[in-house]
Each structure stands twice: as C-alpha cells, then as structure tokens.
C-alpha cells in the first residue's frame, strides 16, 4: 500500500454515498481501524460495485478472521457488503438468530443460491422446520423465502401464512414459487373466482401465481386492484391471455408496469387497449373504479342508460 492515500474515517463519514468512488485499491489498503469505525457507513452505500463489494468482503475476513468466527452484529453491520459472500461462506455464517437473517433479508438482490444458503442456513442452526416457522419467523426471513422448495409451502401453517400473506405479497418471487403461494392463498380466501378487490390488493405479487383460466375469469373491474409488482410478475404467455377489454381496465400505474416481453407478446387489438389504459382510460371515465392500486373499494357504478 505504499504511496496509496488510504480512506480515513473522516473522508467515509464526509462522503456517504460518494464513497462508491473509491479505487480498489484504496479500499484494499484501508486501516483495520478505520474498516471497524465506519463498516455500517459502507454498508449503506447503494452505489458500490461487485468488485468494491468483494473488496470489502475481503477486509471483513482481514479483520474478523473467516465468516464461521463472525458474531451476530458483525454480520448485521456489513449491509450491502454481505452480498459479496460466496454461498459456502453464508453456509459457515452462524444464523441461528431470526434477526441476523432478517438484516441479511434487507437486501434483496441475492441470487438464488445464495437465498437458499441463507434459508437452509437459518433451518439448520435454529433447528426449526417448515412447519414450526410463526409468522414473524416468515417475515423475518424475507426475500429468502423465495428459495423455499415448492414442496414445503403446503407445509406452512394457515394461521401464520394468513397474518403476513401481505408481507409475503412485496417479494418477487419465481412464477412457481408464486403459484405455490397463490394454492396457499386459496385456503384463506377461498376460490380465485371469489376474490374481492381487497383480497386482490393484499395478495400483491401472489396473485401473479394464477392460472391462465383463472386469469380469465376475472372480473374486469378487479383488474386495478392488482398491485404493479404483481403485473410485472405475471409471466408473458399468462399475461398475453387477458381479454382486450381486462387490459383496458388496469389503470395507468399497472399498465406502466407491463414489461416489454409482456407487451410483444400482444395482438394489435390488446396494444391498443393497453395504451387506452395508460391514457387513464379517458373513455370510461364514469366508471367508479381507482388508479391501479388505489384505496380498497368495489365498484358498483352502471353505464348511463
């Protein structure tokens, strides 16, 4: 490190989120000292690259000596920095705690991989099983719950499922993770053909895991009630069989949210709906239905005669 002008505390707490500017090099030669002070700072900078991540990663083993000797808050304060270990690094992490891997969780752009690491991680060390997980359990594990083998969601129990079906509707989860969820949503709420708009709205992304023939039988004044991370989950050969007319009653915020291989996927006559739902449906505006995703009500209003 010889001639490296190596950060100080003082620059990283002065910095912020302009500390994604710093060379490797100058990372690789921080002073223990000062990685010790200030990781929380850097584990709250969004900018950071994959290679400054994996530098930082390094650091942390430089001073804390390999992850299996790591204590809960040593892994709590890494933040961001935590995304740069290796699935058989997560796998020495002691995650015995619900709120050690609920910061893990925090960050959502683990790879799947490293989602089951973390999981598997927490069922082996806390000694739970599927079955034993409560609610703040399912919330704690957050994002690292879509790593869950489609064969153990049966396996959650109704009751807990039911106080955070909310909570388990903001994850971006694979479509068959979400069909699996949506089965489960069907104890609680009943049949898809049943489900009301407020069930619709607390579903979020859940409600991405329904069926073609179930898609289709939707009511169209349900379809603002979707929630946009629902539409962008939907995959593209279930989005392209809503009928014109149910695209043309999404609202604006959820047809902003049709993703293009959703949209080339469409015939002519659903583009143009689509584009009379992003210009807010101006047509049909006597109709009583919210913006995508607006306040929970049923729309009752008729046609004028």
Not at 99 to 117: C, F, H, I, N, R
Not at 141 to 147: M, N, R, S, V
Request: hydrophobic share 40%.
């Amino acid at each position: 490190c010889h001639g490296v002008v190596a950060p100080s505390s003082d620059d990283i707490f002065k910095l912020a989120e302009a500390n994604a500017c710093w060379a490797l090099e100058d990372l690789r030669c921080m002073e223990e000292d000062t990685f010790i002070r200030t990781v929380e700072l850097l584990g709250a900078v969004q900018g950071f690259s994959r290679p400054q991540l994996m530098t930082l990663k390094e650091k942390a083993i430089q001073v804390w000596d390999m992850p299996s000797y790591w204590r809960e808050h040593h892994i709590v304060s890494l933040g961001c920095i935590a995304l740069a270990l290796n699935e058989s690094e997560l796998e020495q992490l002691d995650l015995s705690s619900i709120d050690t891997v609920a910061s893990l969780s925090w960050q959502t752009e683990w790879t799947p991989g490293q989602a089951e690491s973390i999981l598997q991680g927490y069922l082996d060390d806390s000694g739970y099983s599927i079955q034993d997980l409560k609610s703040f359990h399912l919330v704690g594990l957050g994002a690292t719950l879509c790593a869950i083998n489609i064969t153990e969601i049966p396996l959650i129990k109704i009751s807990e499922f039911r106080v955070v079906v909310a909570r388990i509707g903001t994850l971006l989860c694979s479509t068959h993770v979400l069909a699996e969820f949506k089965r489960k949503a069907e104890v609680v709420f009943g049949d898809p053909t049943e489900w009301t708009s407020s069930v619709l709205q607390e579903l979020g992304t859940i409600a991405a895991g329904l069926t073609k023939a179930e898609l289709r039988m939707l009511d169209k004044d349900l379809m603002p009630y979707f929630q946009p991370s629902a539409i962008k989950c939907l995959p593209d050969e279930i989005f392209k069989e809503l009928s014109a007319e149910q695209i043309a009653s999404l609202g604006p915020e959820n047809a902003a949210a049709v993703t293009h291989a959703q949209r080339r996927r469409l015939s002519p006559l659903q583009l143009q709906s689509l584009q009379q739902a992003l210009d807010g449906a101006k047509t049909h505006s006597w109709q009583d239905a919210p913006a995508s995703a607006g306040p929970t009500r049923t729309s009752s209003s008729r046609s004028p005669a």
